[in-house]
Structure formats: structure tokens, C-alpha cells
């Protein structure tokens, strides 16, 4: 069963086909390891009256409770299965920031196109407010450019996304599935592209599937963090692993209380948590050289549940070249994998990170004692 489900909705929605349906979205009207497959034969023409930077969408077209995490701001139609979106990212993001903050972090790709499938499903395929999304993968590659294309200016960083959908699925007249591809530009440079597969799940069929009482689970408290310097981050809130006794495995740490991660109340572990936890694996295996994820595909099998424990496991593989280095990571709960990933990272500019070895419970080695695991 497939892991990541978005919460209730509400905004106005259009079915497909309307003449409504260009304009602003608040208006009526596995990927391969390459990375995501790039679409390509897409030509589209977009209204030049129209400013798709104007505003942003209405948060509920994205599932998201804080207007500042909205970053679409904009949509039109160009065909039955092809849209052209407008997204925005800010200067500097309070949770997706590389250190050093000379480049934005791809990661916001991902969360980019996971809200780009939402606007689309809702606004337009008409998916009704009270449905659930079910998320079964994920993922992004950076274009030609690299990290370069992801450069942090004095101004925001509009972007375009260029959506087709692909393996469309009805039932009764309302949309069942899908997959989005998202070709993103920025000043007409191509930075990227993305996809994800989606699933509509009606309210009676969610409330079967997850059982009456999961949304009254409270989540334990969080487990005490790794050191935030050896899985890149910089506050101990913002890290979602915590040491264990194997020096490759971390258990999966959600604060229920995050504002970014956590936008919305849930019952179950979001996706972007997961993309999140593969990041910061992967940041753990190179330090204390920092590393940003240039490629990065995830596969949601399975709910994770907040009450019970999940592993993340991460093996670095070997490869002739020297720059670029896979990794791959796997969620377990309850014996069984819930989620896997797989990134292709690149060193980013910067500083070496400080070396910082820890024990297992998060607090600072002794000196001159190796620890078991961090």
C-alpha cells in the first residue's frame, strides 16, 4: 500500500474541460535512477496577458496550511493533459537552505512538483474537496546546468513548469491516477525536471484503508537528534535522524510539531520527511564534506506510522566517478521496507564541516574515544 497521503482540501475546483480552466488556480474555472524521465514534444503557448508571479495559488490547491509554504503562483491549461504553472521560491527558505546559501536547495524541486500534481488534480481534473492523494513516488533531477542554475540572487527565483500528465486513469468520471511530469525553467533556461504518480482516494475508502482511530494517534516524543553539523543542518530541530548502534542506520526522528515538515495535522509520516531523511543520510555518510543531492528518485510502498519506530539504512556506492557518488537508503518499520531512495550527490562549494563524532544517545564522544555509531 502505498505510504503518503495529503490531508482534506477545501478552495473552489473545475472539471476538466471547462472553459474556466485558465487563469489562476484560485479562480473558478519508480522513476529510473537517471532520475526522472524528462518530457520532451511539449510546445506550449501561454496567454502573454497573463502573470503567473502575481500571487500565489490558494494554499488549500496545495495542501498546505502556512501561506508562505505555497510556491506556485500561477497555472493555465494548454491541452487535455497539459498545463503551464508559475512557481516561486524565496530568497532564502527557512527549512530548504544549503550552507553557505550561494544556491537554492533542489529538494525544493521535489516539493515543487508534489504541489504541482495537488494544483493539477484539483484544479484540473476537478478531484472534489474531502479526497485524499496518495503519493507513490517522487523525484527530480538537476539539467545541464547544475547547481549554477539553482543560484541564489538578490531577487526571488521565479520559475515555469511546463506539467504533462501522463497514464491518466477515470473511474466513474472522476480522475483515479496519474503521473506528472514537470519540465522547470528559469528565464527561459532549462534547471530541471521532476515527476510524480498520484492516486485519488475517495474519503470513505481512506477512512477503511487507515482505520477509524489513526487520526487520533499522538505521536511519542522525538528521539534526541544527531548532531546537526554531521547531517548538514544547522538547528537540532531540523534534524530527522538519530543515532543508533550501527554506524549506517539512524532512526527516523518526526516532530509532529515542525512547521515545515509537519504543515499540516497527519497521521501518518509525510513524503517530503522521507526525501528529507535520505538527504540528510547521505550527507551523514560524506561528512564532513558537504554534499547536495543533484538526483534524487523515492518510492513509497507502505503508510509509515507515527507511533511505532522506522530505520533509515544508507550505503554509499562505489563508482569510478569521483564527484558524483550514489546512495542509496531504505525505510524500515516493522521489519519491512516502507519507503526507498536513491540520490546522486555532488560536493558543494563551501567550507568543510566541522568533524563531529557523537554517541549513540546524540550527545558529544568523550575525547579520544571512538563512538559506536552516528
Not at 488556480?25 to 519508480?30: D, E, F, H, N
Not at 501561506?67 to 491549461?77: C, H
Amino acid at each position: 500500500m502505498p505510504s503518503i497521503v495529503e490531508p482534506d482540501v477545501d478552495g473552489p475546483y473545475v472539471l476538466p474541460g471547462s472553459a474556466a480552466r485558465t487563469g489562476s488556480a484560485t479562480r473558478t474555472g519508480p522513476a529510473a535512477w537517471t532520475g526522472p524521465a524528462a518530457r520532451t514534444g511539449s510546445t506550449a503557448h501561454p496567454d502573454p496577458g497573463y502573470d503567473f508571479h502575481d500571487r500565489t495559488v490558494s494554499r488549500h490547491l496545495v495542501h498546505r496550511a502556512c501561506v508562505s509554504e505555497v510556491l506556485l503562483t500561477g497555472w493555465q491549461a494548454t491541452g487535455p493533459y497539459d498545463f503551464l504553472l508559475g512557481a516561486q521560491w524565496p530568497r532564502l527558505h527557512g527549512f530548504y537552505r544549503l550552507p553557505g546559501d550561494r544556491y537554492h536547495d533542489p529538494v525544493l524541486m521535489a516539493e515543487t512538483v508534489r504541489q504541482a500534481g495537488l494544483l493539477v488534480g484539483h484544479a484540473g481534473f476537478g478531484v472534489p474537496r474531502g479526497h485524499h492523494f496518495v503519493l507513490e513516488d517522487l523525484g527530480y533531477a538537476l539539467g545541464e546546468p547544475g547547481l549554477p542554475g539553482l543560484g541564489v540572487t538578490a531577487g526571488p527565483t521565479s520559475l515555469m513548469l511546463e506539467v504533462g500528465c501522463e497514464e491518466v486513469r477515470m473511474r466513474h468520471g472522476r480522475l483515479a491516477s496519474l503521473r506528472v511530469h514537470a519540465e522547470i525553467t528559469r528565464d527561459g533556461l532549462r534547471i530541471g525536471h521532476g515527476s510524480g504518480q498520484l492516486r485519488v482516494v475517495t474519503p470513505a475508502s481512506y477512512e477503511r484503508l487507515r482505520g477509524p482511530g489513526r487520526r487520533a494517534v499522538t505521536p511519542p516524543r522525538p528521539p534526541e537528534p544527531a548532531a546537526p553539523e554531521l547531517v548538514g543542518r544547522a538547528q537540532p530541530a531540523d534534524v530527522v535522524l538519530s543515532p543508533t548502534l550501527r554506524p549506517d542506520t539512524w532512526l527516523l526522528r518526526t516532530d509532529a510539531d515542525h512547521p515545515v515538515l509537519f504543515d499540516q495535522e497527519l497521521d501518518h509520516v509525510p513524503g517530503m520527511v522521507v526525501l528529507e531523511a535520505a538527504r540528510q543520510a547521505a550527507q551523514r555518510l560524506h561528512h564532513p564534506e558537504p554534499v547536495v543531492p543533484v538526483e534524487l528518485v523515492t518510492s513509497f510502498d507502505r503508510f509509515i506510522e507515527l507511533d511505532r519506530p522506522c530505520f533509515v539504512r544508507a550505503v554509499r556506492e562505489r563508482t569510478p566517478d569521483g564527484r558524483r557518488a550514489p546512495v542509496q537508503v531504505r525505510l524500515l518499520q516493522d521489519g519491512r521496507t516502507v519507503a526507498e531512495c536513491r540520490l546522486l550527490t555532488e560536493p558543494v562549494d563551501g567550507p568543510r564541516m566541522p568533524v563531529r563524532r557523537e554517541s549513540p544517545d546524540g550527545r558529544p564522544a568523550a575525547p579520544g574515544l571512538l563512538p559506536l555509531a552516528s
